[in-house]
C-alpha cells in the first residue's frame, strides 16, 4: 500500500535560481511525500520531468563545494584499493570525483551538458545523456563490463530505480562493484531534515527498500559506510548476487533502521506531524526576530531551502537575503521565495544578526569560516533537529 505521507505545498524547481525579470515565467507542482509499506521505500508522488531539472542551466557544480572536493579525494582513495581496471561514473557532474581516477579507463554520464562538458574538456569520455537502460548497449559494446560503477548523489535522483538495478546487473564484471551514496532515510528522520525532499529526489532510500529492491535484478548490498555528507547519507556497496562477502555492516544498517521503526508506516505519520510542528516553530522565530527590527541572512542558496522557503511561505522580509559564492546563483533570486542572493564576499555579515542555516549540513564548515562575526555576537538558526538559535 502506498500512503501520501507529508504534502510540502506548491514548490518551484528547487536549484532553478532565477534572474529578477523571469520571476512570472515559474512553474510549480505540488511536492508530496509518499511510503510504500510493503516496499518501505520513500518517494514523491508527482516526479518531474528529468529534463526540466538536469540540462543545460544545471546549477550545482560539486567542486563549489570544499568539504565536497575533500570527501570525494578520500572515497577515490578508498575505492582505488580494489585496483578496478575500469571505472564508470553515474553523474559525474564537473568532475570533482572522476578526476581522481586515469582518463584512459573512466567514463562518466553527464545530462547536464553544461557539466558533461567540463568533464569531455578533461579528457574523459563523457556520454551527455541520462543513465538508463537503452545506454546499456553501447555502453557494453564500447567499452565491455565495468569493474567500479560509482555514483554520488544521483541514484535517488533517478525516477526508474529498477531500470538503473537492471542496467548495473548488466554492466558490472564478476566481481565489480557498484557504490552508490545519497542521503540516508534514517538521517532524515530522525533530523527531521525534510528540506531533503525537492524535485530532484523522487527518492530517499532506506537500507531496507535497497535490500529488498536489489535481490529482483540478481544483485545484493554487499557492505554499508554510514557518512555524514549531506546530512547523513548511506554509502552503499552492491555486487552481483552469490552471498559471498557480505560485511556485517549490511546487517547493522538493517536492524538499526527495524529498531527506527522504518519498517512501520506509524513513524512516518510522527515525521509528518514533527515537520508540521518545525514550520511552525521556524516561522514564530523569524516573525519574533523580525518584529524586534533584526536581521537574518541564509547561508547557502541550497536546493534544500527551496523546500523550506516555499513550505513555510518564507520571503525576503523574514530573510533579507541568501549568501552564496558560486557565480550560478549569484545576483538571482531563490525559486518561489525570490530572496536576493549575493557573494559572500559582498556581504558585510555586521549588519546581520542571524544566519539561517540554509546548508546546516555544512554546519560546521560555516561556523569556522564565520569565527569572527560569532564571537562578535552573531548568532546562528537551524531547523535541524528542531528549531533552535545555536
Ligand atoms: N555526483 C555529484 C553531483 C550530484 S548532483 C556530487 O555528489 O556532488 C546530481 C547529478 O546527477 C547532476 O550533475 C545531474 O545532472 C546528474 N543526473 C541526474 N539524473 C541523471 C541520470 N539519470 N543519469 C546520470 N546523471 C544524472
Not at 10 to 21: G, L, R
Not at 196 to 203: F, G, K, R
Not at 239 to 257: F, P, T, W
Request: glycine share 6%; proline share 3%.
Amino acid at each position: 500500500m502506498i500512503v501520501d505521507i507529508l504534502d510540502l505545498g506548491m514548490q518551484p524547481i528547487a536549484n532553478a535560481f532565477i534572474d529578477s525579470k523571469d520571476v512570472d515565467k515559474e512553474s510549480f507542482y505540488r511536492l508530496i511525500a509518499t511510503y510504500d509499506t510493503d516496499m518501505y521505500s520513500f518517494s514523491q508522488k508527482n516526479i518531474l520531468n528529468p529534463d526540466d531539472m538536469f540540462n543545460s542551466n544545471y546549477a550545482y557544480f560539486s567542486s563549489n563545494s570544499k568539504p565536497m572536493v575533500e570527501h570525494f579525494r578520500k572515497t577515490a582513495e578508498l575505492l582505488q584499493k580494489q585496483n578496478p581496471k575500469s571505472v564508470l561514473e553515474i553523474g559525474s557532474n564537473d568532475g570533482c570525483f572522476i578526476k581522481n581516477f586515469p582518463i584512459d579507463t573512466s567514463v562518466c554520464i553527464e545530462p547536464s551538458s553544461n557539466l558533461a562538458n567540463l568533464t569531455d574538456i578533461l579528457g574523459y569520455k563523457t556520454y551527455d545523456e541520462f543513465f538508463a537502460l537503452h545506454i546499456v548497449d553501447k555502453l557494453l559494446k564500447t567499452h565491455g563490463k565495468f569493474d567500479l560503477i560509482y555514483s554520488a548523489n544521483c541514484i535517488c535522483h533517478i525516477p526508474s530505480i529498477d531500470g538503473v538495478l537492471e542496467s548495473v546487473s548488466q554492466l558490472l564484471s564478476d566481481d565489480g562493484m557498484f557504490v552508490f551514496e545519497d542521503p540516508s532515510l534514517l538521517s532524515m528522520i530522525q533530523k527531521n531534515s525534510y528540506d531533503q525532499i525537492y524535485d530532484e529526489h523522487p527518492y530517499i532510500f532506506s537500507i531496507l527498500f535497497i535490500n529488498k529492491i536489489t535481490s529482483k535484478y540478481n544483485l545484493e548490498i554487499k557492505k554499508i559506510d554510514t557518512l555524514s555528507v549531506h546530512g547523513g547519507s548511506n554509502r552503499i556497496y552492491v555486487g552481483l548476487k552469490n552471498g559471498k562477502n557480505i560485511d556485517k555492516s549490511v546487517q547493522y544498517n538493517i536492524d538499526l533502521e527495524k529498531e527506527n521503526g522504518l519498517d512501520k508506516l506509524e513513524t512516518f505519520v510522527n515525521f509528518s506531524n514533527n515537520v508540521y510542528q518545525s514550520k511552525l516553530d521556524l516561522l514564530l522565530l523569524l516573525e519574533s526576530i523580525f518584529e524586534e527590527g533584526k536581521k537574518v541572512l541564509s547561508y547557502g542558496a541550497t536546493s534544500k531551502s527551496t523546500t523550506i522557503f516555499n513550505y513555510c511561505g518564507i520571503d525576503s522580509d523574514l530573510i533579507e537575503c541568501v549568501s552564496d559564492t558560486s557565480d550560478t546563483k549569484i545576483g538571482k533570486l531563490t525559486p518561489g521565495s525570490h530572496i536576493p542572493i549575493y557573494n559572500r564576499s559582498d556581504i558585510n555579515l555586521n549588519e546581520y544578526d542571524y544566519i539561517f542555516l540554509g546548508a546546516w549540513n555544512f554546519k560546521d564548515y560555516i561556523i569556522n569560516n564565520e569565527k569572527e562575526w560569532i564571537e562578535n555576537g552573531g548568532k546562528l538558526i537551524t531547523h535541524v533537529p528542531t528549531v533552535h538559535i545555536i
